[in-house]
């Protein structure tokens, strides 16, 4: 069974700062991996995901991720958090082939500090 | 906006009763999901409809079940309700959720239900 464990479910950083958000993943086969990003009251939104390909993914807002087979992880990193950056992520995976549901990480929940 | 539109938004009913919750995927998307979000179990898969049959079942309990119908939007039937199902309901679409994997699902802005 698939399996998502996020470190932290709470980070607060400062404006301006490094944001990295850590995702580990445990999958009999490497997966597919998203990070979904929800600000307050809203629905999900994709981040970014790796499929295939280059394993450094960049995504929307500044964000990137890099997949790293050997460690399972795939954290979320921004080089300068904004005051709109505060919301809850969750990272997720999916199975390669069949059934596509998302499994997801209890999620952190990013505080920016001004 | 990512197209996916829930409604209701808001939802407030007494235990025993039963609710239905509509979903209308993305145009063009031939699969839906459903997630529910609570505060002691995070986000769980419930159930995924493709072009109208069911595909894929999660955690969903028996009091629980869905459809997918041919104009492909789905509900979400909830009955006999317990305080426990109090959550935040989520639809999400995708374009095929058939056999090759990592397509994107687009969230809608979910149905918050209240259990009273």
């Known amino acids: 069974a698939q399996s998502v464990t996020q470190l932290g479910s709470h980070v607060s950083v400062s404006e301006g700062a490094l944001v990295l958000l850590r995702c580990n993943y445990s999958?009999?086969?490497?997966?597919?991996l998203f990070w979904y990003v929800q600000y307050p009251n809203q629905g999900l939104q994709l981040l970014l995901k790796?499929?295939?390909?280059?394993?450094l993914v960049k995504g929307i807002n500044g964000f990137e991720a890099e997949f790293k087979k050997s460690e399972t992880s795939f954290h979320l990193t921004k080089p300068s958090a904004h005051m709109s950056d505060a919301a809850e992520y969750f990272c997720?995976?999916?199975?390669?082939?069949?059934?596509?549901?998302?499994?997801f990480g209890q999620g952190t929940r990013l505080t920016i500090n001004p | 906006d990512s197209g996916v539109t829930q409604t209701p938004k808001h939802l407030i009913t007494a235990t025993g009763q039963r609710v239905t919750l509509r979903c209308s995927p993305r145009?063009?998307?031939?699969?839906v999901y459903w997630y529910q979000q609570s505060l002691d179990q995070g986000l769980q898969f419930l159930i995924q409809?493709?072009?109208?049959?069911?595909?894929a079942k999660g955690n969903i309990l028996e009091r629980f079940s869905a459809q997918q119908f041919p104009d492909l939007h789905s509900e979400l039937n909830l009955s006999s309700l317990e305080l426990g199902d109090s959550a935040l309901y989520f639809c999400?679409?995708?374009?095929?959720?058939?056999?090759?994997?990592?397509?994107?699902?687009?969230f809608g802005p979910g149905t918050r239900l209240l259990v009273l």
């Open positions: 997720a995976v999916t199975r390669i082939q069949g059934a596509q549901k998302l499994v």
């Open positions: 409809y493709y072009n109208g049959e069911e595909r």
């Open positions: 790796y499929t295939t390909g280059a394993t």
């Open positions: 999958s009999s086969v490497p997966p597919y």
């Open positions: 145009s063009g998307d031939l699969s």
């Open positions: 999400a679409s995708s374009v095929t959720g058939a056999g090759q994997g990592g397509e994107t699902q687009y």
